[in-house]
């Protein structure tokens, strides 16, 4: 009788999660169709694409984190990588349809931008450009790290020591980004001026349709086989490799994986914000990142990216108002959900509320994909 419990608990969990991931692919679909039907103002606009590079971010992390249970406080590094490479073609394109010399010439002391820079003008080249860097350096990084078979807290501060030590470069004018001023003053977007509403549009309906894109093809990739190994490799790594399988491929692959989604996010987000510098290299982003995926809930893909647009809507609309009282919002969010819904805000509709203790708030949940 208690052995059929289990596999029963595995489909309610799949089923519902199923239902959740469906309700945000459909909220998705519908803020791509408002997009689409105009009407809105350009800050609105605006918001909506920022808030979807902030869920594909989240998404990203949410793979390795949720799933195979490695946690990167680092994924910053990632979502610079695709921002300094689309800043790059952005100063490209627009020296080339302009003609105006970009500020980042007079402050770093060049005559021009440098020529190695040229290939990126073409937008396909900068786009594989930022995909296949973020890959190698997650390839390299992963693979020199699962090899060694670090894991749990040491890994988590090996990737937030990586990411400080890259920002701690890039602020450096040597290193030929821009330094503290980093790459601003983007004049065109696919030959288009980059403030037109339609360009603005464009972008947030772009971003809108990756993270669509991004979330149904990891859930179809988490509910297979492979997802199922992932699982197991957070679960008992040592169990599986003594069966046989090769772990260290398995997360290699689903680490490189959420290293281009990532950069792919922070190639969407540049553009949009007019500017990319040292400072979406800190490390307080990236531990922003998993402060999302934990409330909206991890291993859910769905609550990564419920968690990242609700605390940035919030962060928002502080921004605006009271910017000093946001980072004790975002603690008490944090501490709210570690002492009620250790699951994430996905669990609230199963909370109920007890005078005697938190074990009898949520019942367990089954984390199987």
């Known amino acids: 009788m208690t052995a059929a419990i289990g596999p029963k608990r595995s489909l309610i ?81 627009s020296v080339a349809v302009t003609g105006i010399t970009p500020d980042i010439v007079q402050f770093m002391g060049w005559t021009a931008l440098p020529g190695w820079w040229a290939p990126l003008e073409s937008f396909p080249v900068a786009l594989a450009a930022a995909l296949a860097s973020s890959f190698a350096v997650a390839f390299a990084f992963g693979w020199a790290s699962f090899r060694s078979r670090v894991s749990g807290v040491y890994f988590a501060i090996i990737t937030q020591a990586l990411v400080y030590v890259a920002m701690l470069l890039m602020f450096r004018n040597d290193t030929g980004f821009g330094g503290n001023n980093g790459m601003t003053g983007f004049q065109v977007v696919f030959g288009l001026p980059i403030q037109d509403p339609a360009v603005t549009k464009g972008l947030a309906l772009a971003s809108v349709l990756a993270l669509l894109a991004a979330l149904v093809g990891c859930r179809l990739l988490m509910i297979g086989r492979f997802g199922r190994l992932l699982v197991a490799t957070r ?122 203790s938190r074990a009898d708030a949520l019942q367990p949940t089954d984390a199987t994909p």
């Not at 694409?49 to 680092?74: H, K, N, P, T, V």
């Not at 990242?308 to 944090?334: D, H, M, Q, R, T």
Request: with cysteine.
């Open 13 to 93: 969990a799949r089923a519902t999660d199923d239902r959740i991931v469906a309700g945000v692919a459909l909220a998705l679909a519908a803020t791509a169709a408002a997009l689409l039907a105009g009407g809105l103002s350009g800050y609105r606009v605006n918001t909506i694409g920022q808030f979807a590079c902030f869920a594909l971010l989240a998404l990203a992390l949410d793979l390795i984190w949720g799933y195979a249970g490695i946690l990167s406080l680092g994924h910053g590094l990632f979502f610079a990588i695709g921002g300094y490479v689309v800043g790059m073609h952005l100063l490209e394109q």
């Open 235 to 356: 679960d008992d790594e040592v169990r599986l490799r003594s069966l046989g399988y090769e772990t260290l491929r398995l997360k290699l692959a689903v680490w490189c994986l959420s290293a281009v989604l990532a950069a792919l996010a922070g190639l969407l987000y540049v553009p949009q914000v007019g500017i990319i510098n040292p400072r979406l290299l800190s490390p307080e982003l990236s531990i922003e990142i998993a402060v999302w995926c934990a409330i909206g809930g991890r291993g859910r893909l769905a609550g990564a990216i419920i968690g990242a647009v609700l605390v940035n809507a919030i962060k928002f609309a502080l921004s605006a108002s009271l910017p000093e009282l946001w980072p004790f919002v975002l603690s008490g969010l944090v501490i709210v959900v570690a002492l009620i819904f250790p699951n994430g805000l996905l669990d609230l509709g199963r909370w109920r509320p007890t005078l005697w």
